[in-house]
């Protein structure tokens, strides 16, 4: 299976900050990643698909990066409903794997 | 909009057979992978596996031996049976569909399963 790493584990940050948020695949999975964002008690929420791509209703706010093995997350000025868990998804090869997920916290 | 919602037991004793039913409304079942994912209490997703609307299906080879999926296109609605279940299965799990490009763009709210006697 590919490993997905996601770093830091955790983040504080205030409103207004910029947020990026890692995630290293364990071998090259070209394009295929997504980002989804988490809130407590709530199912994930699909932000980002083929590594850039925003997801239809997303605020532009947020944008993803990267192919290969090394990807990014940018929140380009948090929000107070953007504190959140964030995972990230390799859907290269089979089966498919999350991140360990990366908590954003208020400051 | 398409919705899905998870339905079943939320307590399973050991050993037993985990049964979870989601129902997708607003929409169609068919020309989707419909897919099955987990997530035990504050820990990391894990993808279960999926089927297609024809009845194909693949499994996370960490529990294949365990896992069925099923689909009833005439009910919209598409199952997973997990057996043998231990406390680690303790889980909320999720239904998802999966578009084409692999990934999980529409979720259930998700329903919590404990095992325990």
């Known amino acids: 299976d590919i490993q997905m790493t996601q770093s830091p584990s955790s983040v504080s940050a205030s409103v207004g900050d910029r947020v990026t948020i890692t995630c290293r695949a364990s071998q090259g999975i070209s394009s295929w990643l997504a980002w989804y964002q988490q809130k407590p008690g709530k199912a994930p929420k699909l932000l980002i698909y083929y590594a850039s791509s925003l997801q239809s209703g997303v605020p532009s706010r947020f944008s993803g990066s990267g192919s290969g093995t090394d990807f990014t997350l940018t929140i380009s000025s948090l929000q107070p409903e953007d504190f959140a868990t964030y995972y990230c998804q390799q859907a290269n090869s089979f089966p498919p794997t999350f991140g360990g997920g990366t908590k954003v916290e208020i400051k | 909009q398409v919705q899905l919602q998870e339905s079943g037991p939320g307590l399973v004793k050991p050993s037993e057979t985990l049964s979870l039913t989601c129902t997708v409304s607003g929409g169609s079942i068919s020309s989707y992978y419909w897919s099955w994912i987990r997530q035990p209490p504050g820990k990391g997703l894990e993808w279960i596996g999926y089927?297609?609307?024809?009845?194909?299906?693949n499994y996370n080879p960490a529990l294949k031996s365990r896992v069925t999926i099923s689909i009833d296109t005439s009910k919209n609605q598409f199952s997973l049976n997990l057996s043998s279940v231990t406390a680690a299965d303790t889980a909320v799990y999720y239904c998802a569909r999966r578009p084409s490009g692999g990934f999980f763009d529409i979720w259930g709210q998700g329903t919590m399963v404990t095992v325990s006697s």
């Open positions: 089927i297609y609307s024809n009845g194909n299906s």
